[in-house]
């Protein structure tokens, strides 16, 4: 296992985080499970797995070694709305997948579903172009702050309506490198 450097090693990072959530051993151990539980449901399937850039990157560079099976991997961009302009559904393509999916096994691996407003979307677009099927590994859930449902077949932790940030989780665009998630302290976040 990578052995990171201990929190304190993280200054100003380390220091707008009020409270360590889940430590780098703890995520570790979690993604493990996950990768092991994918490896046997999609034994012989070839699945592709679908991430969204950026905040997806230290997940899947992680969930990827934890796999066991031959698989691919692609990745979608989106352009960042206000969370204003996504809740009526809008979410634009800044740069679509390189591979075609029809007939494909994908597994959408998320960091963070929080209202679910964006997967909602994206699954949409997905389902359109005809996988053979389509699940949602989702590291972290904000399960209160839900305003659509949706199917989150391999999930990590629920979390708390409160914001996070690490294990690439940003605010703006900082404290993705962090290797373990904490909640931010409240004079630094401003929603
Ligand atoms: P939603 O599910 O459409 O509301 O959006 C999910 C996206 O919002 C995630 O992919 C993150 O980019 C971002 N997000 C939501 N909650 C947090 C948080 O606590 N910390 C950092 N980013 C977050």
Redesign the pocket.
């Known amino acids: 296992m990578m052995a990171f450097h201990p929190p304190e090693a993280y200054g100003e990072l380390n220091e707008g985080v009020s409270r360590v959530l889940f430590s780098a051993d703890e995520i570790a151990i979690k993604v493990g499970e996950l990768g092991q539980q994918i490896s046997a449901d999609y034994d012989g399937r070839f699945p592709l797995l679908v991430g969204?850039l950026n905040?997806?990157v230290p997940f899947m560079a992680d969930l990827l070694r934890a796999i066991t099976i031959p698989v691919e991997v692609d990745y979608l961009a989106i352009a960042?709305y206000s969370?204003e302009t996504?809740e009526r559904g809008l979410?634009r393509l800044e740069k679509d997948l390189d591979e075609t999916i029809k007939n494909r096994h994908i597994l959408f691996v998320?960091?963070?579903?929080?209202?679910?407003?964006?997967?909602?979307?994206l699954l949409r677009n997905l389902r359109a172009r005809e996988p053979a099927s389509i699940e949602v590994c989702a590291l972290?859930s904000?399960p209160r702050?839900?305003?659509i449902e949706l199917p989150i077949k391999y999930k990590g932790f629920d979390?708390p309506d409160?914001?996070?940030?690490g294990y690439g989780?940003?605010?703006r665009g900082k404290y993705r490198n962090l290797p373990f998630v904490g909640l931010?302290k409240p004079e630094i976040f401003q929603p």
Do not use: H, I, P, W
Request: charged share 25%; proline share 0%; net charge positive.
């Open positions: 969204v905040g997806v960042s969370a996504r979410v998320e960091d963070m579903v929080d209202t679910g407003l964006t997967l909602n979307y972290f904000k702050r839900r305003l979390l409160r914001f996070v940030v989780l940003d605010y931010l």
